[in-house]
């Protein structure tokens, strides 16, 4: 049995990592590449209806379940038959895990290669309209054409986290969850502290001088919009998987556009640090309303959802006000490291007078 | 005799009803320091845009190096090994010092989504590009700066950035627009004569805009003389400081 506050701790690390993730991608291409991607839904959405789409289908597919029955149709039959076989399976849950996050992730890849055509012909405002539609077609695509992910309905998904039982599933959702956030977290840091973090850095502070020193912005902007965009539908296949279903309306542009911008500018834009503490301050306030939902009810003369959105509302104002590059605000990444930058300064210097 | 590494031919550019550029030919010679002068609005900047890429002419040819680049992006032009400077400086405000420097150098193996995992293939080079962005800091007495981010520098310092820039690569012709303006006489000096050596040690050739005749006429080779969109004059220094087309343009109209 475990304790009520460390499933409340546990419960909080696995929606916090999904946030990580689509945070740390947001940050790639607007804090770093300074693309305004107001679709980041468009790539989260993607990995998500990807997980509801593909993954059950291949596995019922394989196990014979679709000769019996309609994927759509008969999705609850089909579910429960593949929940007794994956139940028993570690191996095959596990497979199906990893297989689909990189299927997944070029899903994603490809989303953003999509978006990038406007990205390239487009600057800012036009550029964070036509991604935000973008993300919204897609929505409201899964939401109407009901083959996808059973449209109004929606669909479960095959859980890869059940073999291990009970209570414990969540628990280990939320490491695997956590797990990939860290390595999304090393790789971003590992490319801001390289020359093609620089290079971002640089396109995003002069587009035209960047250009004229060599830098193929065409290219360099579809890169990052599809690094973003794989990221960001690894963060929605993992939140499919966790929540066990994917419904086209869950998927909304609040949760998973602006959240992420919110988590990007309060802790500090193209610097990662920043971001994680950002994510992990929007996420545990978030948690800690909902779960104090009833005891703060008594004191608010309007209903306890919107405390959520006057706190985030007002903590976006106040960081942007007195610390308008975050919390944690943008440093100077040194590639090779300070010490080693000052040690060929030094070298330099003594070399020729 | 040498080659012409860069020739345009008939180049006209226009905005709107304003033709900027009414068919301008120039040539460099490889290996010299080319200047052009001309009174403000005379069209300078805009030749140099057109050759750098930013802008497409609405008719004419530009040749570098005997391959036609007219109308190519400008990263293209870059690596060919043309580069350019800005009038008024353009750094990028965030980035220190010297990462101003180190991005302006072409294709380093780091610069690569999956490529800047492996640090070991593409630290090497990183160490000497570093390695040579001290030296171009030293040379212009920027290198105490070097961890500043650049929108803290002064303008005149901002000027030197994008001289040190534009260094960076190992261009065999750099472009550059004003290059001592706002820089004080006794560096604006230093940097005239560092581009003499540059171009005696590596066999860069220059071509510069700038106004401030006084200081970079001693350092040049070639001089072309523009105004309202034509070249009105050209020849060696003396020639064309004497010449009363010259001297109106400046002086009269």
Do not use: C
């Not at chain 1, 949760?255 to 990007?264: D, L, N």
């Not at chain 1, 992990?280 to 306890?304: A, E, G, H, M």
């Not at chain 2, 570093?130 to 290198?143: S, T």
């Not at chain 2, 604006?188 to 171009?199: D, G, Q, T, V, Y």
């Amino acid at each position: 049995m475990i304790p009520l506050a460390l499933t409340f701790i546990i419960d909080l690390l696995a929606l916090l990592g999904i946030f990580i993730i689509i945070s740390l991608s947001l940050n790639i291409e607007f804090g770093y590449a300074g693309i305004p991607n107001f679709g980041k839904l468009l790539a989260v959405a993607g990995g998500a209806f990807f997980i509801g789409a593909v993954p059950g289908r291949v596995l019922a597919y394989i196990y014979g379940l679709l000769k019996k029955y309609d994927y759509i149709d008969n999705n609850v039959e089909v579910m429960y038959a593949l929940g007794k076989i994956l139940g028993t399976n570690p191996f095959m849950s596990m497979a199906m895990l990893v297989v689909s996050l990189i299927l997944a992730a070029a899903v994603g890849a490809i989303l953003g290669f999509i978006a990038s055509y406007p990205a390239i012909r487009l600057r800012e405002d036009y550029l964070a309209i036509t991604l935000l539609a973008m993300a919204e077609i897609l929505r409201t695509i899964g939401y109407n054409y009901k083959d996808l992910i059973g449209g109004t309905v929606g669909i479960s998904v095959p859980d890869p986290f059940r073999w291990i039982g009970g209570e414990l599933r969540l628990a280990l959702a939320a490491s695997v969850i956590m797990a990939v956030a860290i390595i999304i977290f090393i790789y971003v840091e590992l490319l801001s502290r390289s020359p093609i973090g620089r290079t971002l850095r640089a396109m995003r502070d002069n587009e035209v001088v960047a250009e004229a020193y060599g830098k193929d912005i065409v290219k360099l902007r579809m890169k990052t919009l599809m690094i973003g965009s794989a990221i960001g539908a690894i963060g929605g296949a993992l939140y499919a998987f966790l929540s066990g279903s994917v419904t086209a309306l869950g998927y909304d542009r609040v949760v998973y556009t602006f959240w992420p911008w919110v988590m990007v500018v309060i802790g500090g834009a193209a610097n990662n640090f920043g971001v994680l503490l950002g994510a992990t301050l929007f996420v545990t306030l978030r948690k800690l309303i909902i779960f104090y939902k009833s005891n703060l009810q008594p004191f608010l003369p309007f209903d306890v959802v919107w405390l959520e959105y006057l706190l985030l509302g007002t903590a976006l104002l106040i960081v942007l006000i007195y610390r308008p590059e975050g919390i944690i605000p943008e440093k100077p990444t040194h590639t090779l490291g300070k010490k080693r930058l000052e040690k060929i300064k030094e070298l330099v210097e003594a070399k020729e007078v | 005799m040498r080659s012409e590494i860069l020739r345009t031919d008939g180049v006209v550019k226009s905005f709107g009803g304003v033709k900027a550029l009414k068919g301008v030919s120039i040539r460099v010679k490889e290996g010299s320091i080319t200047m052009m002068i001309g009174p403000n609005g005379s069209g300078k900047t805009t030749l140099i845009n057109v050759i750098s890429g930013l802008y497409k002419p609405d008719d004419g040819k530009v040749f570098f190096n005997d391959k036609e680049i007219t109308g190519l992006p400008p990263h293209e032009i870059y690596k060919l090994g043309l580069v350019r400077t800005f009038q008024i400086p353009q750094p990028f405000m965030k980035l220190t010092v010297l990462e101003n420097l180190l991005v302006a150098y072409p294709d380093n193996p780091g610069e690569k989504f999956f490529g800047a995992l492996r640090r070991g293939k593409w630290r090497k080079v990183e160490e000497k590009v570093v390695e040579k962005a001290f030296k171009i800091l030293k040379l212009l007495k920027l290198d105490h700066l070097w961890d500043q981010q650049s929108y803290k520098l002064s303008g005149g310092q901002m000027k030197l950035l994008e001289v040190g820039r534009a260094l960076m690569s190992d261009a065999r012709l750099i472009m550059m627009d004003e290059p001592a303006a706002g820089v004080n006489p006794v560096l604006a000096h230093e940097i005239f004569r560092r581009f003499r050596e540059l171009k005696d040690k590596l066999g860069v050739t220059f071509f510069l805009v700038e106004h401030r005749l006084e200081i970079a006429l001693r350092y040049t080779d070639y001089v072309y003389a523009m105004a309202n969109g034509v070249v009105v004059a050209e020849g060696v220094p003396e020639t064309v400081m004497v010449n009363p087309q010259v001297i109106e343009a400046y002086l009269g109209g």
